[in-house]
């Protein structure tokens, strides 16, 4: 099935006139800062693709006259009730129905201009969960397309909402609301449900318009979120603290559920934790713009007084106390270790490097085929052999399980072609592993504050490739969604590159991330520019290998002998920055059906091999067009020479290719039959050689 993202259902309803935002797949927040400011178009889009955005979830920004009433409620009868009631009330218009967390319905609804986000009494049902219907208005969005924090894709009930136009959507009035709210209420009361909290209104108290109040969720990741409270762990012990921070995640998730398990992971290792406590103060803490609420600010303060630094011994090198041990003296008369490699002459041992190719070149393909050559033993791209064979841990963040399987059959097909065998198989099994992280957050760093910082993953990804025997190599694929940060930014790309070299020094391994090139990289005559990569200049600058590919253009395939319609199959690929190797000869490759990449011998071809060649060609032309029609020397240098001319050489070059082939018996001249003088004819029963 085809990834749902911002580059296919995100056009398609931007298309239709909603207003787009890309979403981090398997999350519900926003993968973009200031989103509330995104304007409607297209060329948002694009502008969102461009910045590596292509295939993030498509989330929607709801305005001043498209809602969203979130039905969350657990129980299958009740909330089918409550859509067919929906469907009555706006009987003259389409009601399509997201479906993330099933029976838990959303549907997007067309609004009159001025309504505040709303919500039902909450009841809590007799397995302990929290049950309610929202409206959602303006300022707020929703996962549209794309993978559920459960991993399962969203899907749509009752009309796709890509096909539908916001003017199509049924028409939803406050009045609307509080009959299903009433409704919603009633049903839950006959179930016997307890009511925890009651209705509330944005920026509403008591029917007092409360603007003074209001304070919008801040603009931080969930990766920041966690980080902050790892700060202040220590003082999940405090009854105060304890509520604050509840009263916070509260006010910064809406209420969500995602933020009471925040809170509720937060205090598990307390002496006095209670998850019914925690259950039964939940719902308390509903906001009340009576007064100013508490707000992730709070989190963040605590942290900032009493938090203690998680990363700081990250962070800090090792620095010898005795300055004898900095001197020199530890390497005169020693000889220098020599160079370790993973593929000898390409790729040296205990790197951190990128591969770096536009999208759609083959990166994946690439890195997995290295990925098996180095475990199985086996000659990469059939021109450089691997001496020792051994473990890799290859990540991918953007293709499911079916897809990688599907391109390793490929690559296993063709391999075996060039001789993989079940010797070179059985090593592949024991050393190479495989994980597929779509839709899942597989940021390695995240924005904390000022700073970024190394999430949960980092460690995992080390815990991983530690377990794997010999772990020589670790592909991270790719960059754009291992990094939370800035990638423009000099100091946050900086950091990445660090903690690369964190999981590097912590495993031993050469640590390869495949990312995007930069537009002025997109052919292969800027293979050897260290500067092809995307972002900021220290993801160059940072890494000691750097490996460049990049797709023939049709400009650049004559210079090969190639046809320029069949350019997109040849890709190019060479090691732009080596710190501890010379350059090497650029490799091309032939994408082979499903995608691999397969080494070809292709040589450029110099000026004078082409006109060589377009002469011959010419020549051979003459031939089939005198057997089609003999002619005067005249007619054949002014009818098909020239700049315009059929044989794409000067009339000049058509006089001397005619002398050329009458010298060697190729043509003749006979009289005319009529009018006199003499007309070119092929040779009789000779054939034609260049």
């Known amino acids: 099935m085809m990834a749902q993202d911002i580059e296919h259902e995100g056009r398609d309803l931007a298309q239709r006139g909603y ?13 973009i800062d200031k989103w509330q400011k995104t304007r409607a178009g297209t060329d948002v889009v694009d502008q969102f693709i461009e910045s590596g ?6 989330g929607v920004v709801l305005t001043d006259t498209l809602g969203a009433l979130d039905i969350d409620c657990h129980d299958k009868d009740i909330s089918r009730r409550l859509y067919a009631a929906l469907q009555d009330l706006i009987w003259d218009g389409k009601a399509p129905a997201r479906v993330g967390q099933a029976p838990k319905l959303l549907v997007p609804l067309h609004t009159s201009t001025g309504m505040r986000k709303r919500k039902s009494a909450i009841y809590v049902d007799s397995q302990g969960r929290n049950n309610a219907v929202e409206f959602l208005a303006q300022g707020q969005q929703f996962v549209a ?24 959507l049924g028409t939803i009035t406050p009045e609307d609301i509080d009959t299903l709210f009433r409704l919603f209420e009633d049903m839950a009361d006959q179930a016997g449900w307890t009511k925890a909290s009651d209705r509330t209104e944005s920026l509403h108290a008591g029917g007092v318009t409360s603007l003074e109040n209001y304070r919008p969720p801040h603009d931080v990741t969930d ?9 202040i762990k220590h003082l999940n012990e405090d009854h105060d603290t304890w509520v604050s921070v509840g009263m916070a995640l509260y006010h910064q998730y809406d209420g ?5 398990d925040l809170w509720d ?8 934790y209670d998850y019914s406590a925690l259950r039964h103060r939940w719902p308390t803490f509903a906001v009340d713009l009576s007064r100013v609420p508490t ?7 605590i942290a900032n007084e009493h938090g203690k630094a998680v990363l700081d011994a990250d962070r800090t090198p090792d620095v010898p106390n005795q300055v004898a041990a900095l001197s020199v003296a530890r390497w005169v008369g020693k000889p220098a270790p020599a160079i370790e490699w993973i593929v000898p002459g390409l790729l040296p041992a205990k790197v951190v490097g990128s591969l770096v190719a536009p999208g759609g070149t083959g990166k994946s393909f690439f890195s997995l085929q290295l990925g098996l050559s180095v475990a199985a033993g086996f000659p990469f791209l059939g021109q450089y052999d691997v001496l020792d064979a051994g473990g890799v841990l290859y990540i991918n963040t953007e293709d499911d399980e079916d897809e990688l399987h599907r391109r390793w059959q490929s690559v296993v097909e ?10 070179f198989l059985d090593l592949a099994k024991e050393h190479f592993h495989v994980a597929a992280m779509a839709g899942k957050d597989s940021r390695l760093v995240a924005r904390v504050g000022s700073d970024v910082a190394k999430t949960e993953l980092v460690d995992k990804v080390i815990k991983t490739a530690n377990a794997i025997p010999g772990c020589k190599l670790i592909i991270l694929d790719p960059l754009a969604r291992l990094f939370g940060g800035d990638e423009n930014d000099q100091a946050e790309a900086t950091r990445f590159v660090e903690i690369l070299e964190y999981v590097r020094i912590k495993t031993g391994a050469t640590v390869i991330v495949p990312h995007h090139a930069n537009k002025a990289a997109m052919r292969a005559s800027g293979l050897l520019d260290q500067h092809a990569s995307r972002g900021a200049a220290a993801l160059t600058d940072g890494m000691r290998w750097q490996g460049n590919m990049a797709r023939m253009h049709p400009d650049e395939a004559p210079d090969y002998g190639v046809d320029p319609k069949e350019a997109k199959r040849y890709v190019a690929f060479s090691v732009a920055k080596g710190n501890t190797m010379s350059g090497i000869d650029t490799v091309w490759m032939e994408r082979q059906p499903g995608g691999v990449l397969k080494a070809i011998d292709l040589e450029e071809v110099t000026p004078a091999d082409r006109r060589q060649e377009e002469r011959v060609e010419a020549a051979e032309r003459i031939v089939e067009i005198l057997r089609d029609e003999p002619m005067t020397q005249r007619q054949l240098r002014t009818q098909y020479g020239g700049v315009d001319g059929e044989l794409g050489v000067s009339r000049d070059t058509v006089e001397g290719l005619v002398q050329l082939l009458l010298r060697e018996g190729k043509i003749e001249k006979r009289d005319a039959t009529r009018g006199g003088g003499q007309l070119l004819h092929p040779a009789t029963s000779r054939p034609v050689s260049e």
């Open 256 to 260: 969500d559920m995602q933020g009471f």
């Open 145 to 168: 397309y794309g993978p559920h924090p459960s991993g399962k894709d969203y899907t749509w009930k009752h009309g796709d909402l890509a096909s539908i136009d916001p003017a199509d």
């Open 223 to 231: 990766a920041e979120v966690k980080h902050y409270l790892a700060q």
């Open 295 to 301: 707000t992730f600010g709070t989190i963040r303060h």
């Open 414 to 423: 063709q391999l075996e072609v060039e001789g993989l065998d079940d010797r």
């Open 53 to 58: 955005h292509g295939e993030d979830s498509v």
């Open 265 to 272: 992971d937060w205090s598990q290792d307390a002496v006095n």
């Open 19 to 31: 207003t787009v935002i890309p979403i981090r797949r398997g999350a519900k927040r926003p993968a």
